[in-house]
């Protein structure tokens, strides 16, 4: 019997959405609009924080073992994409109109000079131990002078960017400098010892738990899929609500209270037909990130043997946003009411949630804030299937906290429209 109750229930919530098709449309269109847009719009921003190379100009006037090694490492490393048909002159006025963030010059005669200097330092040493040696020759070049390295910056540019780019090359010309040192006294001492002078003494390991939380920055898509589908969630608080001061006003709600029907199978009715809505925002959303994004230049959304633990948090983020909606549509009294509140509480909980920004690019008080959003939760648990692979027990905290969630809010409802009713 009260299978049927709750059948008759969901098929009276089917009828009144029937009545504003207009308005189910914006449910579905809108959220596939601005989750393309906003995509669009970050995918760059999303690019640099995924560490994506930087274009710089790079002018070798040395041409030689230096300078090449300069070029091989930077080429090699994951940070710069090198710009080569450019002179100084050239380089300087593009960088300092900002089409370039920066240019590195190398000066001429760089790795002739640096073996001679060397050399000379290498004699030097060698003969006051008593070794025969050139002092010809070690006099011969004491007095070349310091290279310079030539590094232009946009002034716009970040200091600690400056700094790091600084330290980089550094870095690269003392460990060329050492590996000559070594290979000189080798060919002064006349040993045919390898000193192997490749390998460091201390290096650095990186150790990446293979379980639980690590910090891992998704892509624009990886980001925006689920929380643009958690967006258009949340955002059916403001037909239910709609909906609900509706029943008021026309009298259905006095109807359904001298019924012998429940009022908790009111609102399982509601729960269920806006569960199903839930769903098809969601695999609509998921549908534009497999099938068009990679037509628009986007990374494509992956969800290989990930679709069943997504449509769980689906379901139970559907479930904390109906919540919120009959808690809304309960307590208000006109659609004046519910209508601007609900859109307006859903975009705050959107912003705070790291709807609009990752909560990971907020300051440290938001993403203490942003901790109490349920948009928050359904969003940590997107991640933690699309970027650790975590099964349903990874996610069991998010998914308690969006079920209590839904529980506290019918529950005051309930309560509510029990005290209202005995007045």
Avoid at 302 to 322: C, E, N, R, S, W
Wanted: charged share 20%.
């Amino acid at each position: 019997m009260l299978l049927y109750k709750l059948w008759r229930s969901f098929v009276k919530e089917i009828l009144l959405l029937k009545r504003d098709i207009g308005g189910i449309v914006i449910i579905f269109v809108m959220p596939l609009l601005l989750i393309i847009t906003i995509t669009l719009i970050q995918d760059s921003t999303f690019k640099n924080l995924e560490g994506s190379k930087i274009p710089i100009i790079f002018i070798d006037n040395d041409e030689s073992e230096i300078s090449k090694n300069i070029k091989h490492e930077l080429e090699n490393g994951k940070t710069f994409e090198l710009v080569t048909n450019y002179n100084e002159k050239s380089a300087q006025d593009a960088v300092f109109s900002g089409d370039y963030q920066m240019a590195i010059v190398i000066p001429e005669n760089l790795t002739k000079d640096l073996n001679a200097n060397i050399d000379s330092k290498v004699q030097t040493i060698v003969s006051s131990f008593g070794i025969e040696a050139d002092a010809a020759s070690a006099k011969k070049n004491v007095d070349i002078k310091a290279k310079d390295i030539h590094l232009y910056f946009d002034p716009a540019t970040n200091i600690g960017f400056k700094n790091n780019v600084m330290n980089a090359v550094n870095k690269m010309v003392f460990e060329i400098e050492n590996k000559k040192i070594y290979k000189a006294f080798q060919d002064q001492l006349g040993t045919t010892e390898n000193l192997d002078e490749n390998k460091n003494l201390i290096s650095f390991k990186e150790i990446t738990p293979t379980k639980g939380k690590m910090d891992i920055i998704p892509n624009s898509v990886q980001h925006n899929v689920p929380a643009w589908a958690l967006f258009a969630i949340f955002f059916i608080v403001v037909p239910l609500s709609i909906n609900l001061v509706k029943e008021k006003s026309q009298g259905t709600s006095v109807r359904v209270r001298v019924s012998p029907t429940p009022y908790y199978i009111h609102i399982l009715g509601k729960t269920c037909t806006y569960l199903i809505i839930c769903i098809i925002q969601f695999l609509l959303m998921v549908a534009v990130g497999i099938y068009l994004f990679p037509y628009m230049d986007l990374p494509q959304f992956d969800v290989t043997g990930k679709m069943f633990h997504l449509i769980i948090v689906t379901i139970f983020a559907g479930l904390a946003a109906i919540g919120f909606g009959v808690l809304l549509g309960t307590l208000a009294d006109t659609q004046e009411q519910s209508a601007p509140f609900g859109a307006t509480s859903v975009v705050v909980l959107a912003a705070v949630g790291g709807i609009w920004v990752p909560v990971f690019l907020m300051p440290e008080f938001m993403q203490t804030v942003a901790k109490f959003s349920p948009m928050n939760w359904g969003l940590n648990a997107y991640y933690d299937i699309i970027l650790r692979n975590s099964g349903i027990a990874g996610i069991a905290k998010e998914l308690a906290l969006l079920f209590l969630f839904y529980i506290a809010m019918v529950t005051i409802s309930i309560f509510y429209e029990r005290k209202q009713n005995a007045v």
